[in-house]
């Protein structure tokens, strides 16, 4: 009788990846980048162990959403006093941040457990094109 194949985290083979996000739907980027950081793209995928792959996303400023999503999308956060609750648009964070759109969108999207807070280390989202990870040898994936 066969025995299922488990990875164990030594044997995992990492690379690196880089994910455009010019003129991008945000949840297209981010379930793709979720995906990738979690290694259900390789057949070794196992659900208990890190198998995926390292993530760059570039251009985070250009990304899009639909609709009208840039205003009616509200991002909340708690400061911890009574009465601290916080509301900000997509449009303002974009302006503010651009790279907190995807990381909330990519952070909702892995395992809300020891391993997604392993994950969350997994992937660098850049404003810009450029980003210093060149000698990490990257290769581009196109969605």
């Known amino acids: ?21 010019t003129d991008k739907v945000l949840g297209r980027i981010a379930s793709q980048a979720a995906l990738i950081i979690r290694g259900k793209t390789k057949p070794t995928f196992t659900p208990h162990t890190d198998t995926g792959d390292n993530v760059i996303i570039i251009n985070a400023a250009k ?26 648009t997509a449009k303002e964070m974009l302006e503010k941040k651009p790279s907190d759109l995807l990381k909330k969108a990519i952070r909702g999207m892995l395992p809300k457990n020891r391993l997604g807070r392993t994950l969350n280390n997994n992937y660098r989202i850049y404003d810009t094109a450029e980003h210093p990870h060149g000698s990490q040898n990257p290769e581009n994936v196109a969605i």
């Open 1 to 21: 009788m066969k025995t299922t194949y488990f990875a164990k985290p030594g044997e995992v083979e990492k690379k690196w990846v880089i994910i455009d996000a």
């Open 63 to 88: 990304v899009k959403l639909t609709g009208k999503k840039w205003d009616d999308k509200i991002y909340y956060h708690h400061t911890g006093w009574s009465g601290g609750i916080k509301s900000i």
